[in-house]
C-alpha cells in the first residue's frame, strides 16, 4: 500500500491515469484558449481536485513565470496547510521545470505525477524561443532539497504530446 493511501497499487494507478488525463485535457483546454499546451492539478489524499491552472506564461501579455505547474501549486498552498499538502500530489502534462520543481517543493507537495518527460518535450518543441527548455530532470532538482519527493513519470506520454503536435511550428 502507498503511504499516501489506503488505495491498492492497481486501484492507485488507475486514479493517476484518470487525473493525469484530466491534467492533459486541460492542456488541451489551455492551447484552445491561445496558451500554450500545458496544464497541472493538486489532488488530495483522496483524488479530489483542489486546484488546478494552465499555463498563462505566452508572450505578449504572458507572465514567462506562470507555468500551469507553479500556479496551480501556489493556488493549493493558499488553501491547504503543509501537512495535508504533503498527502497531495501534483499531476502534470509535462515534466515540471526547474523552476516548477522548486515552487513544488517549497509548497510542500509530496508526490508528482507526470506524462511528458522534459526530454520529449525538447523533441517536440525544438529551439522554439518560447521554450527554452532545460535538460535538468524534476528528479534531479528534488533530490537537491531535505525531504523526499515521490515522482512517477514519464506515463502515457504519446496522449500528452498530443496537445504539442503543430503547435510549435
Not at 61 to 70: I, S
Not at 104 to 117: H, M, T
Not at 122 to 142: K, M, Q
Request: one cysteine or more.
Amino acid at each position: 500500500m502507498n503511504a499516501n493511501t489506503d488505495l491498492a497499487p492497481a486501484q492507485l494507478a488507475e486514479r493517476d491515469l484518470a487525473l493525469l488525463r484530466k491534467a492533459i485535457e486541460l492542456a488541451d483546454e489551455s492551447r484552445r484558449n491561445g496558451r500554450h499546451p500545458f496544464a497541472a492539478l493538486v489532488a488530495d489524499e483522496d483524488g479530489n481536485i483542489v486546484a488546478s491552472a494552465g499555463n498563462n506564461s505566452m508572450p505578449p501579455q504572458g507572465d514567462p513565470t506562470q507555468h500551469a505547474e507553479l500556479a496551480a501549486a501556489a493556488q493549493a498552498a493558499r488553501i491547504l496547510s503543509p501537512e495535508q499538502l504533503a498527502r497531495c500530489t501534483l499531476y502534470t502534462s509535462a515534466e515540471p521545470c526547474c523552476m516548477c520543481a522548486g515552487a513544488i517543493y517549497w509548497c510542500n507537495i509530496g508526490r508528482v505525477v507526470y506524462a511528458l518527460s522534459e526530454h520529449k518535450l525538447l523533441s517536440l518543441t525544438g529551439d522554439h524561443p518560447e521554450n527554452p527548455t532545460f535538460s535538468l530532470p524534476c528528479r534531479e532538482v528534488f533530490t537537491r532539497g531535505q525531504r523526499h519527493i515521490d515522482v512517477v513519470g514519464p506515463l502515457i506520454e504519446d496522449e500528452a504530446a498530443c496537445s504539442h503536435h503543430g503547435f510549435w511550428k
